[in-house]
């Protein structure tokens, strides 16, 4: 269950809409065009049964940023596990307008001895990422790399620019970067808390042919993705839906 609570929490990344937040350099990186503060929830069901509450927050002062990541489990799911995700990821707009990532931080606390702590340290200049918490370590990381948290808003600025395939490098616990692909499979309505919207649906491919991740994003609320689906096939599915839109 926490895993695929992590995969979701991960996934279901939330802008809040207002003006445009991304713009695109001559060279074609991208670029911040300034990041407002929000605050917003989601409901995660398994299997149709709420399993999860996410809260989403994002933070500027300075030209850096914190992006927050809030999860624990509710009802039946908490009286087995009674677990709990915090997640955060805090980075920097250069002078380029760029995202520099700066610093990832997890922690997650589970019955049954299942904690976990780790801290990431970024140091672009050089192309190096170290490690701290459970593990320890230091590797050499090519590029535009980033932890997942943050990989994600580099999706949100490819679907908003209209792009339909997009590859991004993402370095995970172990130090070792994975390419995450997706595509744009088409428009569909989806029902949510700030009620019925018309969407782009994003998946992720390659990886494993047992699990499928989906994501929709609404062009009238700026492309914020209101939901995010993880299915294991045969098994189960993890449906994370956006309740409400805060904006400070």
Excluded at 42 to 65: M, Q
Excluded at 144 to 150: G, H, S
Excluded at 217 to 246: C, G, M, N, S
């Amino acid at each position: 269950m926490m895993s695929l609570l992590r995969v979701l929490l991960v996934l279901s990344v939330l802008l809040v809409p207002g003006t445009p937040l991304f713009a695109e350099s001559d060279n074609g990186e991208a670029t911040v065009d300034g990041l407002p503060t929000f605050s917003a929830n989601y409901e995660l069901r398994r299997n149709n049964l709420r399993a999860a509450e996410l809260s989403r927050s994002l933070r500027c002062d300075d030209g850096v940023c914190e992006f927050r990541s809030e999860g624990r489990t509710v009802g039946l799911a908490d009286l087995v596990l009674r677990g709990r995700i915090d997640e955060w990821t805090r980075f920097r707009l250069g002078d380029n307008g760029l995202i520099v990532p700066v610093e990832y931080h997890y922690r997650q606390r589970a019955r049954g001895d299942n904690d976990e702590f780790r801290r990431l340290f970024f140091y672009p200049e050089d192309e190096r990422v170290t490690s701290r918490g459970d593990d320890q370590w230091e590797k050499t990381i090519p590029g535009e790399t980033m932890d997942e948290l943050l990989s994600q808003l580099r999706l949100l600025l490819a679907v908003r620019a209209g792009e339909t395939e997009m590859t991004f490098s993402v370095v995970d616990d172990d130090g070792e970067v994975d390419e995450y692909h997706f595509e744009v499979v088409g428009r569909e309505t989806v029902e949510t808390g700030e009620g019925e919207l018309d969407t782009i649906r994003v998946d992720r491919v390659g990886g494993s042919s047992n699990r499928r991740t989906r994501m929709w994003f609404a062009p009238e609320l700026e492309y914020v993705p209101v939901k995010v689906q993880h299915e294991r096939i045969d098994r189960e599915t993890y449906t994370a839906t956006l309740t409400d839109l805060i904006r400070d």
